[in-house]
């Protein structure tokens, strides 16, 4: 799927380097992945241990999972050298999430040289939206 590109996102996603720490933790899988619409589909798994008091997956990892899929969506359309940071982020929570598969959606909205638009959406194994988000990234250089 990936062919020979080259850069942070795909020498992970391609086994070439470790996955990061965090993506790891939140059990992110990629599903698929299109660079030329600037779209992404991601998987997680919400573990027991992601829960609040009221046994459902906490905000945090929520917005750490959407992080994870929208800062995803734009760093496999980067060349290599080029990654994205989040400058700012938001979150709308629609409804709880429970442990299990949640399938992240994400898009680049819009890209300039230094600045991208994101939005993303994550959505529950019946397929209904538990929370959705955007954030601007700042494209920066790796050296």
Known sequence: MTGERTNGFWDAVDGRAP??????TLGWTLIQASPERGEIEV?????????NPAGTVQG??????????????????????????????????LRPAKPGRLVGHGRVVHRGSTIAFLSGE?????????AVGSATARILGTG
């Open 43 to 51: 998987s997680f798994e919400a573990t027991d241990d992601f829960l």
């Open 122 to 130: 994550l959505l529950d194994a019946s397929g209904q939206v538990v």
């Open 60 to 93: 945090g990892f929520l917005t750490a999972m959407l992080d994870d899929t929208m800062g995803p969506a734009l760093a496999a359309t980067l060349d290599p050298g080029l990654y994205g940071a989040t400058l700012e982020l938001k979150v709308s929570f």
């Open 19 to 24: 996955m990061p720490t965090a993506a790891r």
